[in-house]
């Protein structure tokens, strides 16, 4: 498995934290997934309104095949091995609070992406991993899980104990392995956005 290298020092959770897609299909104890969600719970939120809110299903339970079915045939390909699918909501009103009026609210993804990260630092702490998908049903989902009209769904993620590659379709087995990320040089800028270093 390649290793990642840090530019600056950091701490090894998040370079131990990845998206595999194999996973060994053994049962996940609930106190692991309410960790998990647990962590999640204490992401930073604007005006701490904390609009994420998370549906799940362990492997098994009454609504396992009901979750599959709302992912994409390629996700499902894999994600299906998984002990736990958790779908990420995040509420796009802002409520109101007596000085101001509900209103559309700006941060709910952002805040809701914070609530992810967390969830997936905690999964990896445990000895999981936990990978988000965006191949998923998202109109059939906001149907079938009876999602109010004011949630927008975000992502789905597949959570599990990594497994051996092989598990996986041929063409996936070569993927299998933590991915490197841009420097910081491209990705941070003192001052104004280089116009001529990108388009």
């Known amino acids: 498995m390649t290793t990642r290298t840090p530019d600056h020092p950091i701490a090894p959770i998040f370079l131990d934290r990845w998206s595999p897609r194999a996973f060994s299909p053994e049962p996940i104890p609930p106190r692991d997934l309410f960790t ?7 992401a930073p939120s604007a005006y701490n309104v ?26 499902v390909g894999w994600a299906r091995h ?4 958790v779908f990420v909501l995040s509420d796009t009103v802002m409520p109101g609070n007596g000085r101001r009026e ?9 805040d809701a ?8 630092l905690q999964a990896t702490s445990l000895g999981y991993q936990a990978h988000a998908m965006g191949g998923i049903d998202f109109a059939r989902s906001q149907t079938d899980l009876a999602v109010p009209d004011h949630y927008r ?3 789905a993620v597949a959570i599990g104990k990594p497994a051996d590659p092989s598990v996986l379709p041929e063409p996936l087995r070569a993927r299998e392995r933590p991915s490197q ?3 910081v040089q491209e990705i941070a800028f003192a001052g104004a956005f280089p116009q001529q270093a990108f388009p």
């Open 36 to 42: 998990m969600l647990e962590a999640a719970r204490w």
């Open 50 to 75: 904390q609009p994420w809110r998370f549906l799940y299903s362990i492997r098994g339970d009454a609504h396992w095949q009901q979750y599959l079915s709302l992912l994409d045939t390629f996700n």
């Open 82 to 85: 998984a002990s736990a699918l």
């Open 102 to 110: 509900p209103k559309r609210s700006r941060t709910n993804s952002f």
């Open 113 to 120: 992406g914070a609530a992810w990260a967390q969830l997936a």
């Open 153 to 155: 769904i975000e992502i």
């Open 181 to 183: 990320r841009l420097p």
